[in-house]
């Protein structure tokens, strides 16, 4: 990528340095035309595989849309959904997958929006019973089924989210 000072072509790598828990790598750079030095993260691409069978990349902003209508009226501010969103995606990625159901993010959203606020997660978990077809609610059983108790919750939570720095 270019300096984002001088936007110069080329810089050299001076310190690499994976980060979250291994799942994005940091590299310090230095520009070889101007000297300003910069850091760059890189990640493997996450891929959410829809209902129609398309891929799209994974989105946070796509999570905080998805939860922000139960987290209504409820005292949960804008970093609270930041930071679910980064939990999500922490979750998804730890499964080692670089391709995942659309279903599935769904699920990866349960533990930690049950930690965030319990009425927005019923209601969240609720939009899951109005399906309309068998699928749906064999998908809606095996999500609840799926559903750990509060202690396994926890014990996920403490290694799907790593703190923050
Ligand atoms: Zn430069």
């Given at each position: 990528?270019?300096?984002?000072?001088?936007?110069?072509?080329?810089?050299?790598?001076?310190?690499?340095?994976?980060?979250?828990?291994?799942?994005?790598?940091?590299?310090?750079?230095?520009?070889?035309?101007c000297?300003?030095?910069?850091?760059?993260?890189?990640?493997?691409?996450?891929?959410?595989?829809k209902?129609?069978?398309?891929?799209?990349?994974?989105?946070?902003?796509?999570?905080?849309?998805?939860?922000?209508?139960?987290?209504?009226?409820?005292?949960?501010?804008?970093?609270?959904?930041?930071?679910?969103?980064?939990?999500?995606?922490?979750?998804?990625?730890?499964?080692?997958?670089?391709?995942?159901?659309?279903?599935?993010?769904?699920?990866?959203?349960?533990?930690?929006?049950?930690?965030?606020?319990?009425?927005?997660?019923?209601?969240?978990?609720?939009?899951?019973?109005?399906?309309?077809?068998?699928?749906?609610?064999e998908?809606?059983?095996?999500?609840?089924?799926?559903?750990?108790?509060?202690?396994?919750?926890?014990?996920?939570?403490?290694?799907?989210?790593?703190?923050?720095?």
């Amino acid at each position: 990528m270019n300096c984002p000072f001088c936007r110069h072509e080329d810089s050299r790598v001076i310190d690499s340095r994976p980060t979250d828990e291994g799942t994005s790598i940091r590299r310090r750079r230095e520009c070889t035309q101007c000297g300003s030095r910069f850091s760059t993260a890189e990640t493997a691409v996450l891929s959410i595989i829809k209902r129609s069978g398309a891929t799209e990349p994974f989105s946070r902003e796509k999570v905080i849309n998805g939860v922000r209508k139960a987290c209504q009226n409820r005292p949960v501010d804008d970093d609270d959904l930041a930071l679910l969103a980064q939990r999500v995606e922490e979750a998804l990625r730890a499964t080692g997958q670089a391709e995942i159901e659309a279903q599935e993010v769904g699920m990866a959203i349960l533990s930690p929006l049950r930690e965030l606020d319990e009425v927005a997660y019923l209601r969240y978990a609720s939009v899951y019973r109005n399906f309309s077809s068998l699928e749906d609610f064999e998908g809606e059983i095996a999500l609840l089924r799926a559903l750990p108790f509060e202690k396994d919750v926890e014990e996920a939570s403490q290694v799907a989210s790593p703190q923050l720095k």
